[in-house]
């Protein structure tokens, strides 16, 4: 009799543990999954800052394009993002528990690039491929394992850019911005993170293609804004009020820093023929400021080509592939994606499709 209820034991928990898998994968995975039977990839998405228009964008494209790689792949795919709130404690515990909870993929936008080689660490012992993006970790955090990546753009080629709209500004119409006719431009610039590199490479190489091409130029001020509205707009408001119509220029690291420009010559009645401003990024808001002639160009950041690459980059990882034969761009660990620059003559199409 013993034996007897033994073996039915066996049999009942070997029926129960098999109706727990079912139920188990029916909530993993979609009623219209081609590959049934197939585990969703998880992807956790740690970003610094969820109120950075840039990087809500690209936060944006990544959501979207993950039901596209789910088509792509026929797998689910489930995509969760943290915002740290420029806290990098918080973030090292957002990792934690997308390492924790089994995530197939973890993708970081730094909140402090520096801090990189920690998140490299404990995603190389819990063998997780990590995609790190935008905020580039510094080069020996990015020689830590080789299921490491990085996904961004040429911080140089970006300044270059902005450098080159301001050259074939003065090029054209050389009175619109030299206003004074001393045969310089006197210029402000709103700059980034004081630790950010692309921050630093921005205001560098914008400024030294203009004095490449020929054209001197004045400083008359720059301020660290953090890549924020509100601080680009208290920075100009203080420097109209010691510059008045004397600046001509003003550079910004990114769009968000160039709108808060806007918003202090707007009201301070100085915007029409005022300083020429220009952006870099390509945001939506920006994008219709150019189409207005309030900000003359800025240099598009190609947020959703970056998501892109992101998930293609992570869909292999996934599904055990190499991400070389997929993208192409694949440079060892790195991904830079092109910029490009806009004005009033392209601003119009780029908004058509936003």
């Not at 920690?118 to 012992?125: C, G, H, R």
Request: net charge negative; charged share 25%.
């Amino acid at each position: 009799m013993r034996r007897i209820l033994g073996r039915l034991w066996k049999v009942t928990g070997m029926v129960v543990l098999i109706a727990g898998m079912a139920m188990s994968f029916s909530g993993c995975i979609d009623t219209g999954d081609k590959a049934e039977g197939k585990n969703p990839i998880k992807i956790g998405v740690a970003i610094y800052r969820g109120d950075d228009t840039f990087i809500s964008s690209v936060s944006s494209y990544l959501t979207s394009g993950g039901k596209a790689l789910e088509t792509k792949l026929g797998r689910k795919v489930i995509i969760n993002i943290a915002d740290a709130k420029n806290n990098q404690g918080s973030q090292n515990d957002q990792v934690d528990n997308f390492i924790s909870r089994g995530y197939d993929i973890i993708c970081v936008n730094m909140v402090d690039r520096t801090a990189a080689a920690v998140i490299a660490d404990k995603a190389k012992e819990a063998n997780i491929p990590i995609i790190f993006f935008n905020r580039e970790p510094v080069e020996e955090d990015m020689q830590i394992w080789d299921k490491e990546y990085y996904v961004g753009t040429d911080a140089r080629e970006a300044g270059i850019l902005q450098g080159e709209l301001l050259i074939s500004e003065y090029g054209r119409n050389p009175e619109n911005m030299d206003k004074n006719g001393d045969g310089k431009l006197q210029y402000v610039m709103l700059e980034g993170e004081q630790v950010h590199q692309d921050a630093l490479i921005r205001t560098e190489y914008s400024v030294k293609t203009v004095l490449q091409a020929g054209i001197e130029m004045d400083k008359l001020g720059n301020e660290t804004c953090n890549w924020m509205r509100s601080l680009s707009y208290e920075a100009m408001l203080k420097w109209l009020e010691k510059y008045g119509s004397a600046i001509e220029v003003v550079m910004a690291n990114n769009d968000e820093m160039a709108l808060g420009a806007v918003q202090a010559l707007r009201e301070k009645n100085m915007l029409e023929n005022g300083p020429v401003i220009v952006g870099i990024d390509g945001i939506k808001e920006c994008l219709e400021s150019i189409s207005k002639g309030d900000i003359y160009g800025t240099v598009k950041n190609d947020a959703k080509k970056q998501a892109e690459v992101i998930l293609t980059i992570g869909g292999a990882c996934a599904e055990g592939k190499d991400p070389k034969n997929l993208v192409p761009e694949l440079d060892g660990h790195y991904v830079r994606v092109p910029h490009y620059k806009v004005t009033k003559v392209n601003a119009e199409v780029l908004l058509k499709e936003e």
